[in-house]
Nanobody
Framework: QVQLVESGGGLVQTGGSLRLSCAAS????????VGWFRQAPGKGREIVAA??????????YYSDSVRGRFTISRDSAKNMLYLQMNSLKPEDTAVYYC??????????????????WGQGTQVTVSS
């Protein structure tokens, strides 16, 4: 059984930084598509960043809204996924979810058999 547990969320001022972590069990992150999504109040769940296999190896994807500010990374030895968030803005406020599986591969949340989510961690950026 695949389990994902996020941590690292919190309250931060505009311009600050946070590092989210996702611990996985039951799946090897090094060979799986992995990603971070977020959901703001009243909105759908959107892709933030993802790592997946591509033609030339692993591809890293960032949404336009976070590119240049956020960095996704993983530690294969520890089976951990991270999201370093810098220069945070109030519009980054959301619940952040770790994902492994088809949603990360397709870079879009969907109903897939091979798809696993963490419980989410709240990130709040004050202005």
């Amino acid at each position: 059984q695949v389990q994902l547990v996020e941590s690292g969320g919190g309250l931060v001022q505009t311009g600050g930084s946070l590092r989210l972590s996702c611990a996985a069990s039951g799946r090897t992150f090094s060979t799986s598509a992995v990603g971070w999504f977020r959901q703001a109040p009243g909105k759908g769940r959107e892709i933030v960043a993802a790592i997946s296999w591509g033609w030339s190896g692993f591809d890293t994807y960032y949404s336009d809204s976070v590119r240049g500010r956020f960095t996704i990374s993983r530690d294969s030895a520890k089976n951990m996924l991270y999201l370093q968030m810098n220069s945070l803005k109030p519009e980054d406020t959301a619940v952040y979810y770790c994902n492994t599986g088809e949603s990360s591969r397709r870079r879009e949340e969907g109903r897939y058999e091979d798809d696993y989510w963490g419980q989410g961690t709240q990130v709040t950026v004050s202005s």
